[in-house]
């Protein structure tokens, strides 16, 4: 008898499952007389030219299904449970980890402080390392699954263990060295924290984590966030100017030593890092092919090369439009910019651009993606806001019409009483929003800055 069952949620039509009559609500048992632990194993076992389904319906009949496929062919199956498994949860208490900082009262969900591996290679997700197994570690290498994205904060082990507030923190980075062994791609991401990881620390760590390349083929250091709600937390300061400065100094001058070893850059600061020091953004080349635009690096970058590229692209004309643009104080300068651009060709177009304080978390967060309903409605209340209000997708809850706050676009609409379009990810998508044209962009993303 096989313990574990995975629930179908749905099958997707046309494929395998469908045909083999298989349907939301039947279990899966077993693939090849092997019991599936998670979606690793089920996604191992699966890539065959013939396998063996041990599937229990719903009348709890059991089906043993002989399969002939081309190895590559997905089952077409979706599990109620995506991971196959429970979600382990993070053992650290990390000294600047955004979910601590957040305002009680928040929806449960936000609250939860995933540090699943398995998550790294499904969703991209950041993990620290420090509650993988050795079996977790055999299981990476034998299926030779990748990249794994690696939370590392610092390569001085005394130092992890403090930062991430775990006694195993810093043993944990031997894995790292497991992996790189076993050809395994990673990923790296550093929060810098003024006074702890950066200056000599974060040499070393750049220059540790180098050794890995080009196994691993990237890092990005990010400033760390600070919210209003720090009490009895570690005594974090805000990354000031001068700290940016020096980040961006050290940075650059490994770039250059990383081109000339491997021909990329490896190491990139977050554009956060450029706005606070004043500097002009790296040109695109240096973004190498935008590797770490999740963790908002490039995308900046890529906004003003994907909206100067519509505009080039664009004949422009005498339309009669006035609308509103709301943003995170962070971007608002450089969509002012390339909005005053695309005006060029469409000089009747009058655009009232918001850049809106975040108060609900405090004014040190400055990106658009952590923006609240209740202070966008707030500060945009009484404002000329034209005939529509563009706001950016990385706004709302992934897929759903629902602000951080649990506010939604239709309160927001009722409250300002104007219709609120929902700009998607590119810079053809935001050309697009501002000449007031349907098209479509293509779905490169500038998406969210996540909570971390
Ligand atoms: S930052 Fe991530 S790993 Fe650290 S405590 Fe928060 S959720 Fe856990």
Redesign the pocket.
């Known amino acids: 008898m096989k313990e574990k069952k995975h629930i179908i949620q749905s099958v997707t039509p046309g494929s395998i499952a469908e045909e083999l009559e298989l349907e939301a609500g039947d279990a899966v048992l077993a693939v090849n007389d092997s019991e599936i632990e998670d979606i690793f194993d089920y996604q191992f076992l699966t890539q065959d030219s013939y396998i063996e389904l041990l599937v229990e319906k719903k009348d709890k009949e059991e089906w043993l299904l002989e399969i002939d496929k081309d190895p590559d062919e997905d089952l077409g199956i979706q599990f109620e449970n995506g991971l196959m498994d429970e979600y382990r949860s ?1 053992r ?3 000294v ?5 900082q957040m305002p009680p009262g928040m929806r449960d969900t936000l609250y939860f ?3 699943d591996s398995r998550l790294s290679f499904l969703q991209g997700n950041y993990v ?1 390392l420090t509650n993988m197994s050795d079996h977790d570690i055999e299981r990476i290498i034998k299926y030779h699954l990748g990249p794994i994205n690696v ?1 590392v904060q610092t390569t001085n082990p005394e130092l992890r263990c403090e930062m ?1 507030h775990n006694r195993f923190a810093g043993e944990a980075l031997k894995k790292m060295e497991k992996l790189y062994r076993a050809g395994i791609e990673m990923n790296g991401q550093v929060v810098l924290c003024a006074g702890l990881n950066d200056g000599e620390e974060l040499d070393r760590t750049i220059r540790d984590l180098g050794r890995f390349c080009p196994v691993m083929q990237s890092m990005s250091v990010v400033p760390v966030g600070l919210t209003k709600y720090r009490d009895g937390l570690y005594p974090l300061r805000p990354i000031e100017k001068e700290d940016a400065e020096r980040a961006i100094d050290q940075i650059e001058r490994w770039q250059k030593i990383f081109y000339e070893k491997y021909g990329f850059h490896f190491v990139h600061a977050s554009d956060e890092f450029y706005v606070l020091a004043g500097r002009t953004l790296p040109e695109e080349e240096r973004y190498d092919g935008y590797i770490q635009l999740e963790n908002g690096v490039g995308m900046l970058r890529l906004l003003i090369e994907e909206v100067t590229e519509a505009y080039k692209n664009a004949k422009g004309d005498l339309r009669q439009r006035e609308i509103s643009i709301a943003t995170g104080k962070l971007p608002y300068p450089f969509l002012r910019e390339l909005t005053d651009l695309i005006c060029e060709k469409f000089p009747n177009i009058r655009v009232h651009m918001y850049p809106v304080t975040n108060y609900f978390f405090g004014e040190k967060i400055t990106v658009s993606g952590l923006i609240t309903g209740q202070d966008l409605i707030g500060q945009l209340a009484g404002q000329p806001l034209g005939q529509e209000l563009l706001l950016p997708v990385n706004m709302f809850r992934s897929g759903e019409n629902v602000f951080l706050d649990d506010l939604t676009l239709e309160d927001a609409q009722r409250a300002l009483q104007v219709p609120v379009n929902i700009v998607k990810s590119s810079g053809q998508d935001f050309f697009n929003a501002v000449v007031g044209e349907e098209k479509d962009g293509e779905e490169t993303s500038w998406q969210c800055y996540e909570i ?1």
């Open positions: 993070c650290n208490k990390c600047f980890c955004f979910i601590d402080k995933d540090d620290t939370s991430l971390r």
